[in-house]
């Protein structure tokens, strides 16, 4: 790990702590500031939240979303629709807001009822505004280098390892987790940044065949302690997006912090790490989908004027 990481770093034993706040306040300020451009040019750029369920902590979240998106300037909807609703209630909604022009990004906001096929209805989140790469023609369109909005969380462990100059290219990193919401579009992005990507998964065997020999370790399986300091290398920088909720309420990683601490170069924390950088991104890519709309409409406008 560079020297520019311990510098910027605060220090735990002898492993620098990745705190994602600073750079999730970067982001939010990037945010507030497009936002407030596109408000002096007449459009403010709304998030649309779709939420089927009862779970609290899902609806913490999403407040804290909306949150967040009022203090950087952007409209949020909350659109609560009860654990029970249907299949084709959801449905409806989804193409709704995907062809009203004044919304300009949509979550549909997990875990959704069991009776509901959540990979149709990701598929009718129009790409243009799915801001967390849930259809797959984003993650298509990904896959082939062409203009889509990665998964929040995914980009969230790029814009980290960017942040505290941690370079990827023509280093090797372990993606434990091969969900597609992480572990898959996160092996994408860091190909194009020139990694050489293993992706670890349930069936790979021993960890640590793949782990040790990483520069990065990033861990994304959402196994409370799944890894631990002998499964990596001295001087490794480990990443952890888990969330694993405690039954005293607490939230904790995938890493086992007691015996990586010491170990790793470098250690996101849970919470503080990836997880607040994600919810930052969101608005970010709200902003960005807002811009581009935009863009796209006045273009429709002038050619059809020709």
């Not at 451009?37 to 779709?50: H, I, N, Q, Y």
């Not at 609703?85 to 409806?92: D, K, N, R, Y």
């Not at 990683?253 to 790793?264: F, I, K, L, N, R």
């Amino acid at each position: 790990m560079s020297t520019e990481v311990r510098s910027n770093t605060e220090v735990r034993s002898d492993t620098a702590v990745l705190s994602g706040k600073p750079l999730a306040a970067l982001i939010q300020q990037r945010a507030q500031e497009e936002s407030t451009l596109l408000e002096d040019e007449g459009l403010r750029p709304v998030l649309a939240v779709v939420v089927a369920t009862d779970d609290q902590s899902t609806h913490w979240y999403v407040r804290s979303i909306e949150r967040a998106a009022g203090r950087a300037g952007i409209g949020c909807r909350i659109i609560d629709l009860g654990h029970d609703a249907t299949e084709q209630v959801l449905a409806s909604v989804l193409a709704d807001l995907s062809a009203e022009p004044t919304v300009h990004g949509i979550i549909l906001q997990t875990p959704l009822p069991a009776t509901v096929r959540a990979d149709r209805l990701v598929g009718l989140i129009a790409p243009e505004k799915d801001i967390d790469g849930a259809n797959p023609l984003s993650f298509g369109r990904l896959a082939v280098g062409q203009p889509a909005f990665a998964p929040a969380t995914a980009r969230a462990v790029v814009e980290l390892l960017d942040h505290f100059q941690i370079p990827v290219a023509g280093r090797n990193v372990a993606v434990v987790g091969r969900s597609a919401v992480v572990g898959k579009p996160l092996s994408l992005l860091l190909l194009a940044r020139d990694a050489t990507v293993t992706v670890c998964h349930s069936k790979s065997g021993p960890l640590e065949r793949y782990t040790q020999p990483a520069d990065v370790v990033v861990v994304a399986a959402g196994r409370t302690g799944l890894l631990k300091g002998s499964h990596i290398s001295p001087e490794a920088v480990v990443i952890d997006v888990g969330t694993n909720v405690l039954a005293d309420g607490s939230l904790v990683g995938d890493v086992d912090e007691a015996s990586v601490t010491g170990v790793a170069a470098g250690l996101s924390p849970v919470p503080g790490g990836v997880g607040s950088v994600t919810t930052a991104l969101l608005l970010l890519h709200t902003v960005e989908a807002a811009r581009q709309q935009s863009r796209t409409t006045l273009l429709a406008a002038s050619t059809s004027r020709i």
